[in-house]
């Protein structure tokens, strides 16, 4: 009998001991694989990209890129600037102006995929600008402020402010410590439908806080996509609106569709495809055509730093990403890559010293 319970006893201590063995290797190979997993992250080296199959590539690139010293190129930026002006005429027709849409005209939606149009009527045409505000200006500095998540702890807020225009995208946040990274000053600034729609209730009945939301951009021209799409129409109208009632001091305008059609033919000729051109894309094509020198910062598309391999956000206020149906922003940055390259414009990341 005791020795039946002795092997009993045995027989329990050899089973806990080889539970507790297995369990202690599943463990050590369970953090082991997630150490291997994580570690790229910490590595100064380049990180494997899921979503973007070119990331990786375009990264080393960048990379050696900024081992040379970025000088800019007049003549590459004439020429350049000459070409997108005569095939674009961002200087007249960037927006909708009484003078380039008269009354009783039809206007082309520039995303729709059937080709809807709209009737300028008496009440539309009176919120056109009677002629276009900058057909005959050039400024010789432009900051183009993106809002990828590569500007937080970028410290360049000043450096961003000290160019003679400043052009940002999506009325982006630009409260309290956010101007050290980002600045402040605003001369043209974007919106996206969406914002309107999500956060103020499609301006139906929270006109007050949107206007309000523009108070940190001054007297600045609120540029709106009225005529992309057919649903755009009555909240951008009700944006304007809205800033007449409330006497904001912000200047709202629309972005033409003939100007952003002759855009999109453009690019598409370089290769560059996709559903439809970013907001902030077609902002540095205009930028180009009204500034002789174009710098742009918070232009980033990946969810890595170049520098240090950090993990970012996609905005330096969130991490919502785009819809990669709509928006091809990896290769949209390849573009502007070359034209940095080429010494057309210049591309900043990382800490602008500050």
């Not at 329990?12 to 190979?29: C, D, H, R, S, Y």
């Not at 100007?259 to 999109?264: A, D, G, V």
């Amino acid at each position: 009998m005791r020795l039946q319970i002795l092997q009993l006893l045995l027989s329990l201590v050899t089973i806990f001991f080889l539970g507790g063995l297995l369990v202690t290797l599943t463990w050590f190979k369970f953090n082991k694989d997630v150490e291997s997993y994580q570690q790229p992250l910490h590595k100064k080296s380049v990180p494997v990209f899921s979503e973007c199959k070119n990331c990786s590539k375009i990264i080393t690139n960048i990379a050696k890129r900024y081992a040379q010293p970025w000088k800019k190129k007049k003549g590459n930026y004439q020429k350049f600037s000459s070409l997108l002006n005569s095939k674009c005429h961002g200087a007249e027709n960037a927006i909708v102006t009484q003078k380039n849409t008269p009354l009783g005209s039809k206007i082309v939606y520039s995303a729709e995929p059937k080709k809807k149009t709209i009737e300028v009527t008496t009440d539309l045409f009176s919120t056109f600008p009677k002629k276009h505000p900058f057909s005959n200006k050039k400024w010789d500095t432009c900051s183009m402020v993106g809002n990828g998540g590569i500007l937080i702890n970028s410290k360049c807020g000043k450096q961003i402010d000290s160019a003679q225009f400043v052009i940002r995208c999506n009325i982006p946040p630009l409260e309290g410590e956010l101007q050290r990274d980002v600045g402040k000053k605003t001369n043209f600034v974007t919106a996206n439908p969406s914002i309107f729609i999500e956060k103020f209730s499609s301006l139906k009945n929270h006109t007050r806080p949107f206007v309000e939301s523009l108070r940190h951009f001054g007297d600045a021209m609120l540029f709106l996509p009225t005529f992309a799409l057919t649903f755009n129409t009555p909240v951008c109208q009700r944006a304007v609106q809205a800033i007449k009632d409330l006497n904001s001091p912000v200047r709202p305008v629309s972005f033409n569709p003939e100007y952003i059609r002759n855009l999109s033919l453009h690019w598409r000729s370089q290769g560059l495809k996709e559903a439809r051109l970013s907001t902030g894309f077609l902002m540095v094509n205009v930028a180009l055509e009204l500034c002789n020198s174009v710098d742009l910062y918070g232009f980033w598309p990946f969810g890595f730093h170049p520098h240090n391999c950090c993990p970012l956000t996609n905005h330096y206020y969130d991490n919502r990403l785009p819809s990669k149906k709509t928006h091809s922003m990896p290769e949209e940055f390849k573009h502007l890559l070359k034209l940095h390259s080429r010494g057309i414009l210049r591309i900043h990341l990382g800490d602008c010293g500050q």
